[in-house]
C-alpha cells in the first residue's frame, strides 16, 4: 500500500477551522483516500472518503489536490469532542481484501 | 450507518489462560472482518484478514496458532488469544466491510483490552 506523511502533532482552538494535511506522493490510480479518526480508548470512526474530487459531508470536508498527491481533511468548526487521533490512509480500489493500513495519524488537540 | 459491537470491551486474565474476543456486525452481513491491535502510543496493526467460511489470512510476524480467528457465519467473527502471556496485552479492535467492494468505508468496533496477569 502507498503510504501517507502526516505530521505527528497539531493544535486547534475551538470553534475555528483545522485543516489536517497529508501527503500521498507515491499514490496509485486506484487509491481512495479515506480519512478515519480515533479518539481516546475507541475504535476508530470513519470520517470521510474520495477519488479526485473534493468531498464534503456532515463531519468535514475532503480536499484533494489535482495531483492527488496531497489532500487536507478540513473540520470547519472544531469542538473539543474532535480531538482525536486523526489517520489519512490510501486504499486501493482494486485490491481483493479491502484493509486499511494505519500509520501514525495526527493527533488534533482543540483548545477552549 | 452499520454497527460492529465488541465483546467484551475489557478483560483481565491470568498468563496461560485463552480469552476469545467476538466481534459482530449488527445490522449488516460482512463477508470479511480484519482483526487489528493496537499497543498504548501506537497505531493500529493489521493482525489478520477473516473470510466467512475460511481460513484467515493473517499478517507476518503474527502467530496463527496463538491468535485464533474463526469466522463461522456472516456477522460473527471471534479471536481467541491462546495462553495468553503479558506481552499480548493490547487493545484489539475488528472492523468489517459492507458488500465485497473495496472503495467504500469499514466500520469499527469499540476495542476490547485485554490485560494479562
Known sequence: DAKTTQPNSMESNEEEPVHLPCNHSTISGTDYIHWYRQLPSQGPEYVIHGLTSNVNNRMASLAIAEDRKSSTLILHRATLRDAAVYYCILRDGGRSQGNLIFGKGTKLSVKP | ?117
Open chain 2, 1 to 117: 450507518g452499520a454497527v460492529v459491537s465488541q465483546h467484551p470491551s475489557r478483560v483481565i486474565c491470568k498468563s496461560g489462560t485463552s480469552v476469545k474476543i467476538e466481534c459482530r456486525s449488527l445490522d449488516f452481513q460482512a463477508t470479511t472482518m480484519f482483526w487489528y491491535r493496537q499497543f498504548p502510543k501506537q497505531s493500529l496493526m493489521l493482525m489478520a484478514t477473516s473470510n466467512e467460511g475460511s481460513k484467515a489470512t493473517y499478517e507476518q510476524g503474527v502467530e496463527k496458532d496463538k491468535f485464533l480467528i474463526n469466522h463461522a457465519s456472516l456477522t460473527l467473527s471471534t479471536l481467541t488469544v491462546t495462553s495468553a502471556h503479558p506481552e499480548d496485552s493490547s487493545f484489539y479492535i475488528c472492523s468489517a466491510r459492507v458488500g465485497t467492494g473495496n472503495t467504500g468505508e469499514l466500520f469499527f468496533g469499540e476495542g476490547s483490552r485485554l490485560t494479562v496477569l
